[in-house]
C-alpha cells in the first residue's frame, strides 16, 4: 500500500527552526504534487506549502512565506518542509499529502489529494 510517514516534529521556542520530513513507500514522489497542510485545534486544515516535484514550482501561504520552505530529494523519496523563524502560531499538526497532478497556485490547495499521511506536530512556545 502507498504509505507517506511524517518525522520530524517536536516543541522549539519562538525563533527556533524544525524539519519536516515526509517519505513515501510504494510511491514515487516523480511528477506529484506534494502538499504541507497543518491543523490546530477548533481550526480547519490549512494549506502551508506546496511543491510540484518534475518542474520545483512551489507555493506556500502567505502566513509562512519567507521562513518555510518546501524541498524534495528523489534518492529518498523524501519531501521536506524547512521551517525557520517559528511563531506560536505555526503551532499545529502538520501533515504530508501527494496526488499526480500538477500544482504551483492557490487554487491547489483545494487538491483532492489522494494520499495523506498521519501527521506530525509542531508545538511552538
Known amino acids: 500500500d502507498v504509505q507517506l510517514v511524517e518525522s520530524g516534529g517536536g516543541s522549539v521556542q519562538a525563533g527556533g527552526s524544525l524539519t519536516l520530513s515526509c517519505t513515501a513507500s510504494?510511491?514515487?514522489?516523480?511528477?506529484?504534487?506534494m502538499g504541507w497542510f497543518r491543523q490546530a485545534p477548533g481550526k480547519e486544515r490549512e494549506g502551508v506549502a506546496l511543491?510540484?516535484?518534475?518542474?520545483?514550482?512551489?507555493y506556500y501561504a502567505d502566513s509562512v512565506k519567507g521562513r518555510f520552505t518546501i524541498s524534495h530529494d528523489f534518492a529518498k523519496n523524501t519531501v521536506y518542509l524547512q521551517m525557520n523563524s517559528l511563531k506560536p502560531e505555526d503551532t499545529a499538526m502538520y501533515y504530508c499529502?501527494?496526488?499526480?497532478?500538477?500544482?504551483?497556485?492557490?487554487?491547489?490547495?483545494?487538491?483532492?489529494?489522494?494520499?495523506w499521511g498521519q501527521g506530525t506536530q509542531v508545538t511552538v512556545s
Open positions: 510504494g510511491y514515487t514522489l516523480s511528477s506529484r504534487c
Open positions: 511543491i510540484y516535484t518534475a518542474g520545483g514550482n512551489t
Open positions: 499529502a501527494a496526488k499526480r497532478i500538477r500544482c504551483g497556485g492557490p487554487s491547489h490547495w483545494r487538491i483532492d489529494f489522494g494520499y
